[in-house]
């Protein structure tokens, strides 16, 4: 699927949009999700993972402790001054922004995303930029709540694109 194309005004409603359910998201209490399916008995298989978080976000830190408990190489948690420009120096596209974004072995991770999906993208080696779960779900890894719908990550090259990637 082709990134829409944007005006002034669908830009403005996809920043409110974003900025609300961040707010919401981030501000919603402190109360992470229980989301561990990962049933494995090894850790996932990256080297290094840096993880860029919104300023102020609560929901990131949750996010950071539970892939940490599933991971086992060098962790890095940052607050970049400019979260945006960081998401569009990587090539995210605006529509399937979140609040964090991390660097996983050379492929770049937006959002809430499970590890399973991590660990298909490691494994599996696409041409990629990275991968991608849109706003803040609930009840996804480190966000309060119940799973109220099926996690649709997507999948996104350097031109801007996406499709989904895989459903969790």
Not at 17 to 25: D, E, H, I, N, S
Not at 125 to 151: K, N, Q, R, Y
Request: charged share 25%.
């Amino acid at each position: 699927m082709a990134a829409p194309s944007s005006t002034r005004r669908s830009l403005l409603a996809a920043g409110v949009g974003t900025l609300t359910a961040a707010l919401a998201g981030c501000l919603g209490g402190s109360d992470a999700s229980d989301f561990e399916p990962w049933n494995r008995d090894e850790p996932l298989d990256a080297q290094h993972v840096t993880q860029y978080n919104a300023p102020g976000c609560g929901c990131c830190g949750e996010y950071a402790r539970y892939f940490e408990n599933h991971f086992e190489g060098e962790f890095t948690e940052t607050t970049p001054e400019d979260i945006n420009a960081l998401k569009r120096e990587y090539g995210i596209p605006d529509d399937l922004y979140s609040c964090h974004t991390l660097e996983v072995d050379g492929y770049v991770v937006e959002g809430h995303v499970p590890v399973e999906a991590i660990d298909t993208l490691l494994t599996d080696e696409p041409d990629l930029v990275g991968i991608a779960l849109p706003e803040m779900p609930s009840g996804s890894p480190g966000m309060p709540g119940d799973v109220e719908e099926t996690f649709v990550i997507y999948g996104f090259d350097a031109d801007g694109t996406y499709d989904v990637y895989t459903e969790l």
